[in-house]
Each structure stands twice: as C-alpha cells, then as structure tokens.
C-alpha cells in the first residue's frame, strides 16, 4: 500500500541517493583491456590492449583531488584487475588524500587469494562485481569467457566473508537475462549482497554490433523488472539504476537516476560533442537504429534544437549579464541584465524586479519577480513573470487580488530546479494551486507547467533564452554548462499514460526533480480539448527526422570563459 509513510521513506531514500550521487567522485582508467570479451560492452572500441603508464595514471588521480576536490576514485579499464600495478594504484589514491577507493570489476583475478589480499592491504574500500547470469551457462555466454562464472562466484564469496570491504554487484539487464534478474539478485542475495545497480543495456559498442540478441522492450517485462525494482523498499537492500526509461519507474520514483549522471554520459562522450557543437561533426552514434534505445537521447535533441535556434535566431532573451558591450551581438526580443547599469539601456528587457532597484523598466520589457512584495512594485501595465514558490503560493490562494488586477500582464511561472531537495523545499502541490486560484481568477497564464499540472490556466512556451555565461571567450558553447542548463531547466519526462492525453504531441513533461519526489502519478491525461498552444518538442531522429543541424559558433564571447569537460579526461565525469 502506497501510504503516507511509505512515501515519506521514499522520499527519503531518494534525498539520500542524491547526497551519495553528487558526492564528488573521480574515475581513473588504468587500461585500454579486458580479459572478458561481453557482447554487450560499451566500451569495445577503446579496447586497444594498452596498460597506462604509472606517471599518467598518478597525475590523473593528483587531478581529481586538487581540480575537483573529490573524495571518492573509482579505478577502471577496461578491466583495471589485470594491470600489473594495480594494487599500487590503489595504494597511492589512498596516499593522495581519498577517502574511498572503489573498482568495478568482472572479478576473475579477485579468484586468487593472494591478489585480493594485496588489494585491500592497498586501501581498496570497495568491489563492485559484475554478474549477468545466474548460472555458468548465460553469464558465460554473455561474457564470451568460459570458466568467468565460477571465478567471479568464488571472488564474491571471498569478499562477501571477509567483511573489510563494502560489496555489490552490477547487472547489465538485456534480451537473455532480463527474465532471469530475480534469479541473478537471489543468487547474489544467498551469498550476502544486498547492493545493486541495474543497467539498462545501452546501443554503444558491441551492444550495438549485437542488438538483435540484446536490445528488448522494458514495457513487456514490467512485472519481472518491478519484482526486484521493489526490494529498493526493503530495509536491506540498496537497488540503484542505471540509464533506465524514466517512464517505467512509476511508483518507485525513488529508484530514478539522479540527474546529473547526465555529466558523465557527456562527459564520455567528449570530444564528439565537442566537435559537433564546434563544426557540426554528427556523433557516430546519432543513428535512428540506436537513438530509440538511448538513455541521453532526449539531451542531444534538445542539443540539436538549441544550436538551430541560434543558427535561426530563434532566442527571445539574450542574456548578457553586466555586459552591456554585448547587447547587439545576438537578434533577440528582451535584453537579460543582471543588477546594476546605470542608466538602463531604452530597449525592452528581461530582467529581476531586484536589478531594476525600484526603477520602472523601458516599454515592452518583461520583469521576473519572485515575491509578492516585489509585485507591488511594479506599474500596473508592466509585462511580469511571476516565480511561483510554495510561500508564494500559500500567500495567492488566501489574497489572489494581485493577480486579478494585472490578469493581461501577469504570466505564473513554474521555477525548475538542478538539485531535488530544492524542489522538495520550494515547488507546491501544482495541481491543487491551479485547481484553488482559477476558481477566483479566471484567465491566468502559466509556464513551464504541463498543463494537466495547471487546470485552468492557459499555458504558454517558456521564452527561450541564450547566456553569454554559458560560452567560451571565443564564443564556443561551453558542452559542461549546457548540460547543467539542461538538467536545471529542460530535463523532463511523463508518464506512459500521457500517451492518451490531448497536449502528448506538444508536450515536454513535467521537470525530472518535480517528479522524482511528487511522483510520476501527479501527471493526469487529459482527453478532451485542444492541444495547448505550446512549442512542439524537437523532432527526433528515432522518429525518423534528419540528421541534425551543424553546430554554430555564437558571434560573442563569453564572460567570463566557462569551464571545459573535454580539455582533459574525467574532468567532470
């Protein structure tokens, strides 16, 4: 039963995830091979045999501590197990000031005592196995290594009875084993692991080469994947996933990957994106044939579109900071500012009731006001976006008279935001405000809100935005910001239900941290009416649309010079 207190454990499992997910970790590859050949590896064209020389391999764990203050390394290949210096490589992260040291492993070296006996007299914290099988015949023909299965079991055990280190197992779930997972998990359960992360098998590498045999419809083994998704619920199990469909995990919204391992995905994938958003060299990868089965698929159409919207000149804000030298260099509706020019430039802008310290804004512009003090403010005839928070919220529904005096200039705006406890903290019940206000205020405007999230509003597109915060000096795009920009405001999903609904055509969804703590059943169909008058979403090459555009450089630079993940590996991933 789905009670109150469940969902508030829920909810508190899910904070917890997140705190875990946004530790700062660094991962380190140590090889370019493996001693198993796994028909779904995503990582088979890095495989070139290489072991990494010491010196690189210390400057690169040095670089996590001093660059990016982490406190956790992961060690990786490859298979890192096989590097004749590995226990060395543990040994000097811990001399490096790390306080965890975790590898992922396919575990056939930890078979030997004696090197999983120098492993942890090394430091290592903690072993992550990887298990694809609940017995020797489907684990071994998923790894293509006869002989895999009994050395990893063994291994497990070893670990498991030793009790010095954490252990936990990871499951690539595809075609062959995906009705087998409960077996896999009680297997691993009888030996004493009680943490796991599933992944959803991904079409990269040879996942890609073998998707006849791999690739299945999560849809069509709900019940089988729900089975052992619900452990999560139980008091000893930790369940995590990976890359899955957020639409599938309805009701267990706690099991929802955290956003931001959207850094990572791109972070991987580095010098393509980079090369894209410089020059518009396509990813390999952007295939009809593999985006449908594609975790960051929506990240990349949304990459698409916001390079077409530049090369159209589509933005209707651009947002330039306190650079006012750059207020010409990009066709645009409203001029974003932040506080303090004096005096205002005469063009319309888009900017914070606190930057214009009391002034009245030039005609036509738009003002963004998150508090009903700031409201008042304001001319009466003055265009405002209105922030909505839960105090604001509360405050509307005991005195809507603020905006059923400026019904025509007021438009209610849903604030997004990049991490879910600020979501939990700040966004009210949509529907039940929406509901409560236009029973008194007919006619309201609302934004970025589904708009089964906001009955009797009429909802609008959201205008669309370019910052200069977010290029280099030489006016790339910065690949790392815009990821953030994507998790923060456009990372969204619904509900497989929305499929029946009147705006699905239209509509984006509800934003990820809003459902990951309300809930994917706060999404209610609609079924009569017409679309709301909103943006469609991107077209999508797994839809069959065009490849797409070529990237563009912006024709300002960016201030100040906004960070690079792909200067040097991993350095946000």
């Known amino acids: 039963m789905n009670t109150p207190e469940s969902q508030l454990a829920a909810l508190e499992r899910t904070l917890h995830h997140e705190q875990v997910a946004n530790e700062a970790r660094h991962w380190v590859r140590i090889t370019a091979a493996c001693n198993s050949r796994c028909v779904f590896c995503l990582d088979s064209e890095a495989q070139d045999g290489r072991m990494l020389g010491w010196e690189d391999v210390c400057r690169e764990i040095r670089r996590g501590r001093e660059e990016k203050d982490a406190t956790r390394i992961v060690i990786s290949g490859g298979e890192a197990s096989i590097h004749p210096r590995f226990a060395d490589f543990v040994r000097y992260a811990k001399s490096s000031g790390y306080r965890w040291v975790q590898t992922v492993t396919n575990g056939r070296r930890y078979a030997k005592k004696s090197f999983y006996l120098a492993a942890v007299d090394a430091g290592l914290d903690e072993i992550t196995f990887s298990l694809h099988g609940h017995n020797a015949e489907l684990h071994d023909r998923l790894t293509v290594s006869p002989g895999s299965f009994d050395e990893l079991l063994l291994a497990m055990m070893r670990a498991v009875r030793d009790r010095k280190l954490v252990v936990n197992v990871d499951v690539v779930i595809n075609k062959q084993n995906v009705e087998h997972l409960e077996k896999i998990v009680a297997l691993c359960a009888r030996i004493g692991v009680r943490e796991f992360d599933l992944l959803h098998v991904i079409p990269q590498g040879e996942a890609f080469q073998h998707r006849e045999e791999l690739f299945y419809d999560p849809a069509e083994h709900?019940?089988?994947?729900?089975?052992?998704?619900?452990?999560?619920?139980?008091?000893?199990?930790?369940?995590?996933?990976?890359?899955?469909?957020?639409?599938?995990?309805?009701?267990?919204?706690?099991?929802?990957?955290?956003?931001?391992?959207?850094?990572?995905?791109?972070?991987?994938?580095?010098?393509?994106?980079?090369?894209?958003?410089?020059?518009?060299?396509?990813?390999?990868?952007?295939?009809?044939?593999?985006?449908?089965?594609?975790f960051i698929e929506p990240f990349c159409t949304r990459l698409d579109a916001h390079l077409q919207a530049v090369e159209e000149e589509q933005y209707e804000i651009w947002d330039v900071g306190a650079d006012l030298g750059l207020a010409d260099q990009l066709p645009a509706r409203w001029l974003g500012l932040e506080p303090g020019p004096e005096p205002l430039p005469e063009r319309p802008l888009y900017v914070s009731a606190r930057a214009l310290g009391g002034r009245q804004p030039p005609a036509g512009s738009r003002v963004v006001v998150r508090s009903l003090a700031e409201l008042g403010e304001l001319a009466a005839d003055v265009e405002v976006e209105l922030h909505v928070n839960r105090e604001v919220a509360s405050a509307l529904l005991v005195n809507p008279a603020p905006v059923q005096a400026r019904a025509d200039h007021i438009v209610l705006h849903a604030p997004t935001h990049l991490h879910m406890e600020t979501s939990v903290a700040e966004d009210p019940d949509w529907f039940a405000f929406f509901t409560q206000l236009a029973a008194v205020a007919p006619g309201l405007r609302a934004q970025n809100l589904?708009?089964?999230?906001a009955p009797g509003a009429r909802i609008e597109a959201a205008p669309r935005r370019m910052a200069v915060a977010e290029l280099h000096d030489d006016g790339r795009l910065g690949i790392d910001t815009f990821v953030e920009r994507y998790i923060r405001e456009e990372y969204r999903a619904k509900s497989t239900r929305c499929s029946s609904c009147v705006h699905d055509k239209v509509c984006p969804g509800a934003h990820i941290q809003h459902l990951r703590h309300a809930g994917l059943g706060v999404l209610r169909p609609v079924t009569e009416g017409p679309p709301a008058p909103l943006r469609p979403p991107p077209a999508r090459l797994a839809d069959g649309a065009p490849p797409p555009a070529r990237g563009r450089r912006l024709p300002a630079p960016g201030r100040p010079p906004v960070p690079e993940i792909d200067v040097l590996p991993g350095r946000r991933s």
């Open 222 to 294: 709900a019940e089988s994947l729900r089975r052992v998704f619900r452990l999560a619920r139980h008091a000893d199990f930790h369940i995590w996933t990976n890359r899955f469909p957020v639409a599938q995990l309805e009701g267990l919204e706690e099991l929802i990957q955290d956003p931001h391992k959207m850094l990572d995905e791109v972070g991987g994938r580095r010098l393509g994106f980079r090369r894209f958003a410089d020059g518009g060299e396509v990813l390999e990868c952007r295939d009809s044939r593999r985006c449908g089965h594609c």
């Open 450 to 453: 589904p708009p089964c999230l």
